[in-house]
């Protein structure tokens, strides 16, 4: 199961930390990711991270102003967005892969959180 948190309204400009809470004792053999989803869009990809952290991708939107992280010992998926703006407002969703390798695509990944709302106001 995964939890979202930390979503909420900001102005552009700002920072915002995603999390996602795991269950479960295997969260360590999965690779993670981050996606968004905007209203009448498809879910799109924003960051992915290997099982133990060594490896990471961003989507081009993301570089430089997003970066993933994980802490294996809490089970926890994080998600540190700088540099704000509207575009970036989206439902944001947390999904675990069985593989412990990155993927891109959603359809690569079998898990998912409910998701968290970000809102960016200009």
């Known amino acids: 199961r995964l939890r979202e948190s930390g979503g909420g309204l900001v102005q552009a400009g700002e920072s915002l930390t995603l999390s996602c809470a795991a269950s479960?004792?295997?969260?360590?053999?999965?690779?993670m990711g981050w996606f968004r989803q905007r209203p009448g869009e498809e879910r799109k990809f924003v960051a992915t991270i290997s099982h133990i952290g060594g490896t990471t991708h961003y989507a081009e939107s993301a570089k430089g102003r997003f970066t993933i992280s994980r802490d294996n010992s809490q089970n926890i998926l994080y998600l540190q967005m700088s540099n704000l703006n509207p575009d970036d407002t989206a439902v944001y969703y947390c999904a675990a892969r069985r593989e412990a390798t990155i993927g891109v695509r959603p359809d690569l990944f079998a898990y998912w959180g409910q998701g968290t709302q970000v809102t960016v106001s200009s």
């Open positions: 479960g004792r295997t969260f360590s053999t999965h690779a």
